[in-house]
């Protein structure tokens, strides 16, 4: 389930979060803040995972969040000595860990 909905809903209604649901992903990290890929995943559609995988969001690879635009979406990351911008719903689909500068 994604953050949008079903499981994190539920929890944070409760208050309770459940952490392990809902994986932190490129969506989550915020402008400065840098991050290594942990793995991609797209439910059903490769083609993304693909796409997200020809642009250099590999398993190991670093990740830095550059800046959002007004209204959140979309984010520009640096990736592989370039910048490349993607959509939040694109950006849910890469799982990170979080990593100091």
Known sequence: MTAS????EEAS???TVDTEAVPPSLADLVP???AVVTRVVADGVPAVV????DLGFRPGAVVEAVRRAPLRDPVLYWVKDYEVCLRRAQAACVH???VER
């Open 5 to 8: 909905g079903g499981v994190y």
């Open 50 to 53: 693909r796409r997200l995988y």
């Open 32 to 34: 400065g803040a840098r």
């Open 13 to 15: 209604s409760r208050g």
């Open 96 to 98: 990170i860990v979080e």
